[in-house]
């Protein structure tokens, strides 16, 4: 490699770090509800219907639909929260929701995909 290759592969290497940090910081709540996106497919659409528009059929009994959720007018980061952090189930509600267990990490993934879904705000 001459001199001239080598600087113009440092520029671009320079360059191309630059891009990726700036796009990285810009889209960084756009990761992290994809993020919450894939782990919520994965933990909750046993129960769930999970992506965004889906409706439940009529005599569906289980999950709301996150949609349904999301664009409840009560429903923020942190009632989100509360309801994830704990157990529903008890002896008198068996099928209420059980404490799906997340790590920190996931649960603020996954509670930012659930309000990126809101249709209004
Ligand atoms: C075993 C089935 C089951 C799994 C797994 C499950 N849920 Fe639920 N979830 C339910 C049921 C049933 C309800 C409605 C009754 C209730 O609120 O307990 C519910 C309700 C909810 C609600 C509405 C709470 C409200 O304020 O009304 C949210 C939000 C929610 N679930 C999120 C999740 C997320 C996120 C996951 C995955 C991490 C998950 N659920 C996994 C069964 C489940």
Redesign the pocket.
């Known amino acids: 490699m001459n001199n001239l290759t080598r600087n113009s592969a440092a520029i671009f290497l320079t360059l191309a770090g630059v891009c990726v940090a700036t796009g990285a910081w810009a889209d960084s709540n756009q990761v992290a509800s994809g993020m919450g996106h894939e782990l919520?497919r994965h933990?909750?659409s046993?129960?769930?219907l999970v992506d965004p528009g889906q409706v439940n059929p009529p005599d569906h009994v289980?999950?709301?639909t996150f949609q349904s959720?999301a664009d409840r007018s009560d429903?923020t980061v942190q009632?989100?929260r509360r309801?994830?952090r704990n157990t529903?189930t008890n002896a008198m509600v068996p099928?209420?929701?059980?404490n799906?267990g997340?790590t920190e990490d996931e649960l603020v993934k996954?509670i930012s995909y659930?309000i990126s879904l809101k249709t209004h705000s």
């Open positions: 919520a933990i909750c046993s129960c769930h289980g999950g709301p959720v429903v009632s989100l309801h994830l529903h099928l209420a929701m059980p799906p997340l996954i659930i």
